[in-house]
């Protein structure tokens, strides 16, 4: 039994980590474990299997934004994930791109402070009115809706929960060749479903926050809603401003339970306090970090401001280094 924990770092065959955003760049490795306390050995996920870990071992991998390649992730990590520490932990993995994961997570740790239901069968659900609805996946608001009546619920439903004229001639030759409890049980294994998360509708914001934590760093983007909407993601409206210190509180609260050295967070502030609107602990977009021109630090309990370096790979270090502490890691 080795007594020194070793810290290995998991990249796609391409040395991909991410993400560094525009999808022609990466992390540079190298950069990284030049800011690290640690020497890491890097490999790839087809080198797990040559490797005999031991409990305290820690695995720092990339997911990826491809969702083939993310199935493959969670496959080969699943019984690894036992067998060491990995990072992120593997219900952060399974929450990647995934808004119904998210939902579940958040119910069962109960953190921020937002309802929302995970469903597949938009006619299984009574929805109360106003609410938002969310493919559970897609980004840049893509696939986000505040629904404020039935017509609003039908829109959806055609959209997204119609079944294809093939199958529905099929259906009606069906029809007639069952009974009526054949047909009921045929009908509803070939209903169409559709991956879905409800929450409530969060009213009058203006605006929402980007947080980007990386260790005790909190880098932080204002995005304005546009015109006409009630979506801030993907509206291109951005500034950068002092963040409202229970935004900063908030933020941290949930980088507690979240526990992990870097994250990307969507919070919005109404009178209600804050809420979570969606998270992620691995491959998010960087430009927060790129662009905000200070960070704020937390320093037992008091926020410092910094000039930002701007600099991603020194971050993943400097999170890296304060999440592993220098513990006997080699
Ligand atoms: N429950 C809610 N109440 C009010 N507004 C919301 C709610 N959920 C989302 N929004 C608004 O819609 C925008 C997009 O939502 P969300 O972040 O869930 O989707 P996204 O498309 O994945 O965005 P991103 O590009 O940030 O990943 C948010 O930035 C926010 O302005
Ligand atoms: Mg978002």
Redesign the pocket.
Known sequence: MRLIKLLYIVTLNNCYFGSAGQSWKKLSIEKIIENLDFSPKVITFEDLDTLSLNKDDILVYTSSENPEVRQFIKNRLYYIKDKCKLIPSYELLMAHED?GFQEVMKQEKSFGN?KGNYIFDIDNHKISYPK?L?TAQ???????FLVKNNNDVKKIKSKFFNQDIKRKLIKLQRKIKLNEQEYQIYSYKYKKFNLFVE????QA?EC?YKVLVFGNRYYVLK?N?RKND?????SGNFEFIEPPIDVLEFAKEVAHTLNNPYLSL?I?QSAKGCHL??FQATNFGPYTLLNVPFRFVDSNGTWNKEENCKDLESNYAYSLNFFLGKKNVS
């Open positions: 808004k937002l938002v969310k897609g980004a840049g608001s893509s696939g986000v929450q409530d509708f969060i914001l929402d995005r809603v009630f979506r801030a993601s993907g969507d919005a609107i969606e």
